[in-house]
């Protein structure tokens, strides 16, 4: 068990590009959940995957926004035309559980995202 | 809908010294309740957690309460030491996703 795991680290794009962050996390783990943090703050949910399927989206993320995860293993996170105001830590997180109240959510290191 | 409001930062104290972080939390249904903590440099880790009124979560001699009459859940160490130094996460696990809801960190410092 590695944990959970996170490329690029760090990326520096300029604004209107499109930008692609993936996710390996731990194996065996069904659910998959994508944050942003943004500089003082706390992470903020942004969707949430069960196996392959996408089963819930934060407000937050808009139509430039979008996640994949193919196979019910990795994800990855698109943000198209980036803008200054897309800078943030996105961060990663899985379990492994079935709807319970104690399951824990493991974090990966985080993809620190600059909009030039 | 859901929120948490943390006691803000920054806090440095001295080695030794006792440490309470309040967390207040606003939630529909029974959430579960967590601590989490970065160190610098570092990823989120879970420090303890709760999952139902009057539970006590604790590790590494850190302690916390769920507190539904209160809707809180305060972190309080005895005695810190200078390895505590990170930011500490209080959050809040609802939905049917069980997404969290985190507060806005406290930086604590811990002097020797």
């Given amino acids: 068990d590695t944990g959970v795991s996170q490329d690029p680290r760090h990326k520096i794009t300029k604004r209107g590009q499109n930008v692609t962050f993936r996710c390996d996390p731990i194996s065996e783990h069904n659910r998959l959940y994508w944050y942003r943090q943004t500089l003082g703050q706390g992470p ?12 819930e989206k934060s407000r937050l993320l808009s139509d430039r926004f979008s996640a994949e995860r193919p196979k019910g293993s990795f994800s990855t996170l698109e943000i198209q035309r980036t803008e200054q105001g897309d800078s943030a830590m996105y961060l990663c997180a899985s379990l492994i ?15 620190r995202l600059l909009v030039l | 809908g859901d929120s948490v409001t943390q006691m803000e930062g920054p806090v440095t104290l001295s080695e030794e010294a006792f440490l309470t972080i309040n967390c207040t939390y606003t ?4 959430p579960s309740l967590f601590w989490y903590v970065q160190y ?6 879970l420090l303890l ?9 604790s590790n590494k001699g850190f302690e916390a309460t769920y507190r539904k009459e209160t809707t809180s859940f ?12 990170a930011v500490y996460f209080c959050a809040l696990g609802s939905g049917s996703a069980r997404q969290l809801t985190f507060g806005s960190g406290t930086q604590l410092t811990v002097l020797p």
């Avoid at chain 1, 949910?45 to 399927?53: H, V």
């Avoid at chain 1, 559980?97 to 993809?111: D, H, I, K, R, S």
């Avoid at chain 2, 939630?27 to 029974?30: D, F, I, Q």
């Avoid at chain 2, 972190?75 to 200078?82: D, F, I, R, T």
Wanted: without cysteine; charged residues 20%.
């Fill in chain 2, 74 to 85: 305060h972190l309080e160490k005895g005695s810190v030491q200078v390895s505590d130094s």
């Fill in chain 1, 44 to 55: 903020e949910f942004l969707t949430y995957f069960q196996n392959e399927a996408q089963l």
């Fill in chain 1, 97 to 111: 559980g079935a709807g319970g109240l104690v399951e824990t959510q493991y974090f990966g290191p985080g993809t």
């Fill in chain 2, 40 to 45: 610098p440099g570092e990823g989120l880790q």
């Fill in chain 2, 27 to 30: 939630a529909t249904g029974y």
């Fill in chain 2, 49 to 57: 957690k709760a999952t139902k009124a009057d539970d006590k979560g």
